[in-house]
């Protein structure tokens, strides 16, 4: 009935997720609110951490690209699935770090590291850092030099596999900020400077192809272009690289249109053409990485909110306004995102008009969804918005000072805060008095 596994109907009518009624979480702990489904989270990560068991023998390991949703408990989920973790910022880093997570299993990723993050993330002994440029190639050999230290770097590629159009193009994606290029012998005199540095020791290549894909076709092109690159390297400068990480962006379902593949498939189709061009080529099977960050995350969650204002304009639309907005759900506002919205407190009946969702900040662009079917809606009603488990909370503002909303998790018929709500005080807690 639902997009989402985790969601169903109770007696009353209500939606819930995880055994959980959504109206009494609302009651329970105010809206807006995030809520996620322990049991589809781990369950997600599980079917991750199998399907490298069974095809490609074990000899790899998941990353939960944490940008997706980052706070301690996810990251604590995370380390006991037996996952790595991918971090793109110092803070980031130092989320994983108050929870615990091992560090060797953690790979730091960005365009535009600085200083201090590098610093910071040398100090404390992070498993593998992946270089993104010359500069800071250049900079983490001199901090390592200073530390007495060796550091294990992963290089970022681009493939020139951009999978984000329908049929996806295997060339032209020289611009992108991420990494260095193949195509312009970049990606080559990046991995011949990484072997002459004293300091740093280069076993990883890396590519991510982008988000929100379907297809398994890119992920295998891309993988044998690394594998490609791999024999390059090894007939060029006699280096072996021994790790290869394919990056995530595994898609999910938003809406009813959206169809993901099961992620043995992937993993399957990958497996088979690693292991077909290692044995081409006579090189070593690499360990292999994976990042998946939306699918762990996003299907698991949802948001509620509460109606206030209903606006009517004749023959234009009905704004159907709601108690967060742009603030707490970016997604539609930056580019277009679909979602499916239910009300909550209606799940049993048949959507029957047509709305714009419209968040509560002053930005004439501040909606969740346009032309969107749900039940007819009065103020007081609760609008679960699906599939928000990924890239909201994480790209969550305080603009027009709005409290960024508490996380609750549940699980079979419980719920833990695992975020709580933040208040007025927080908001002004870095304002200095005059
Ligand atoms: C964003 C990102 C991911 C995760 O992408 P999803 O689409 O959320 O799976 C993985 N690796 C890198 C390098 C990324 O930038």
Do not use: W
Request: proline share 3%; charged share 25%; glycine share 8%.
């Amino acid at each position: 009935m639902f997009v989402n596994d985790c969601l169903n109907v109770n007696a009353e009518g209500h939606l819930t997720i995880g055994g959980c009624d959504t109206v009494e979480l609302a009651k329970k702990y105010g809206t807006p609110l995030y809520v996620l489904d322990e049991n589809v989270i781990r369950s997600t990560c599980k079917s991750y951490v199998s399907s490298i068991e069974k095809h490609y023998n074990g000899n790899g390991l998941a990353l939960y690209a944490s940008k997706a949703l980052s706070c301690k408990a996810l990251c604590e989920l995370a380390a006991e699935e037996k996952m790595g973790l991918d971090v793109v910022s110092g803070g980031e880093l130092y989320t994983a770090l108050k929870a615990g997570f091992p560090v060797e299993k953690i790979h730091f990723h960005g365009n535009n590291k600085t200083y201090d993050e590098l610093n910071f993330a040398l100090d404390n002994n992070i498993g593998k850092i992946v270089v993104d440029n010359l500069t800071e190639l250049e900079t983490i050999n001199s901090l390592c030099v200073e530390k007495g230290k060796i550091q294990k770097i992963a290089l970022r590629i681009k493939p020139g596999v951009d999978a984000h159009t329908h049929d996806f193009i295997r060339t032209g994606q020289i611009d992108s900020k991420f990494g260095f290029a193949l195509e312009t012998g970049e990606a080559m005199e990046a991995v011949k400077e990484s072997i002459k540095l004293s300091n740093v020791e280069l076993t990883e290549l890396h590519c991510h192809i982008g988000s929100q894909i379907f297809d398994i076709d890119p992920f295998v092109t891309a993988a044998e272009i690394m594998m490609d690159f791999i024999r390059a390297i090894k007939d060029e400068t006699s280096h072996i690289v021994t790790e290869l990480n394919l990056g995530g962006g595994f898609g999910i379902k938003y809406t009813n249109k959206d169809n993901p593949t099961a992620y043995d498939n992937y993993m399957n189709s990958v497996s088979r053409a690693v292991h077909a061009k290692a044995e081409q080529y006579g090189i070593p099977v690499p360990f292999i990485y994976i990042e998946p960050g939306r699918s762990i995350v996003g299907e698991a969650g949802i948001t509620l909110y509460t109606v206030g204002a209903v606006k009517t304009i004749p023959n234009v639309r009905t704004y159907v306004s709601i108690d967060g907005g742009m603030c707490d759900n970016i997604r539609y506002a930056l580019y277009q995102s679909e979602y499916t919205v239910v009300t909550a407190n209606k799940a049993d009946k048949e959507p029957d008009t047509v709305v714009t969702v419209a968040g509560k900040c002053c930005e004439s662009g501040d909606l969740i969804q346009e032309n969107t079917k749900i039940v007819n809606a009065k103020p007081g009603d609760i609008l679960a918005v699906l599939s928000t488990g990924a890239y909201n909370y994480s790209m969550a503002s305080n603009y027009n000072r709005i409290p960024k909303p508490p996380i609750v998790m549940v699980n079979n018929g419980e719920d833990r805060l695992i975020v709580k709500r933040e208040t007025y005080e927080d908001l002004i807690k870095n304002d200095i008095d005059l």
